[in-house]
């Protein structure tokens, strides 16, 4: 699974102004809607135009969140907004969902939640759920700045809703989590959590360290990063391809070369100490313990 859906996305969002910009979803009609206000909302014929570009990214009418205003309802578009992403990025669900965790879950994507509280950051079209009953986009970081673009910036106070993007710190406890879109989007299975990490692999009497992500990579460094596999640059990279579920191989790019593992489920202790066995694209004999 590719970047793609970034690409879409990015065409998509392109004609929302970049930062203090905004698209308003038409007049601004502030409350209170008094009686003669409210009669000419009920006439069939009353018309209050909608924006073009908040049409396109919401497909709601502006008259539709006057009448609900006036009522003494709160509705607001980053619902639609975010479902809209969603589809545009390659989502079959409606991803404009408040309870996206448990959408995830029903529908066997619960891999791709991130609980806000797990020391990741999200990435650029991640879907997002705030604390508060809100969603919105993330446009991924400048360094420790989150970019966000959203839809529900405005309401019933200010007579007309907002799209916007946003530049915010990112703190985790606004926050319950977000849809991985890369991991959502991706149709093979989840890998398994034992194989995601830092590997140190002996073969003989040399060591090498790979470490392999969520999203079916290997990364070959000579020795061990300092301070994570982030912040260092792999001397080679490869695709991991399952063979079941305790076996699986690594295509190296470089080098060329297919290596086989399987995962030593006797010799392991889940989550604290796993192990694996191996044959090099040399038929050399590997053993694996990560880190």
Request: proline share 6%; net charge neutral.
């Amino acid at each position: 699974m590719g970047d793609d859906y970034k690409e879409k996305l990015k065409t998509f969002i392109a004609d929302i102004p970049l930062f203090p910009g905004q698209i308003v979803s038409g007049e601004s009609k502030r409350p209170p809607y008094d009686k003669e206000f409210k009669d000419k909302l009920a006439d069939p014929k009353f018309t209050m135009p909608t924006t073009e570009l908040f049409t396109k990214y919401t497909g709601t009418a502006h008259l539709t969140l006057i009448k609900n205003w006036s009522g003494g309802g709160i509705q607001t578009t980053c619902n639609e907004f975010v479902g809209k992403c969603g589809a545009v990025m390659g989502s079959k669900l409606f991803l404009g969902q408040f309870e996206l965790e448990e959408l995830l879950r029903k529908n066997g994507k619960s891999h791709a939640w991130v609980p806000a509280n797990s020391g990741k950051r999200p990435g650029y079209g991640d879907i997002f759920r705030p604390v508060a009953f809100h969603m919105g986009v993330s446009l991924g970081f400048e360094g420790d700045v989150w970019l966000t673009v959203e839809s529900g910036q405005g309401g019933s106070k200010s007579g007309f809703d907002i799209i916007k993007r946003k530049r915010q710190p990112f703190d985790p406890s606004h926050i319950l989590g977000w849809c991985n879109m890369r991991l959502f989007l991706d149709s093979r299975p989840p890998i398994p959590d034992w194989l995601v990490g830092m590997w140190v692999i002996y073969c003989g009497d040399k060591t090498y360290n790979y470490n392999i992500n969520e999203y079916y990579e290997a990364s070959f460094y000579p020795w061990k990063p300092i301070g994570g596999a982030e912040n260092a640059t792999p001397t080679d990279t490869g695709t991991v391809t399952l063979q079941g579920s305790d076996a699986f191989n690594i295509t190296w790019s470089q080098e060329g070369g297919v290596e086989t593992f399987k995962y030593d489920r006797w010799e392991s202790f889940p989550s604290i100490m796993e192990k694996m066995t191996g044959t090099s694209s040399k038929n050399e004999s590997l053993k694996g313990i990560r880190l």
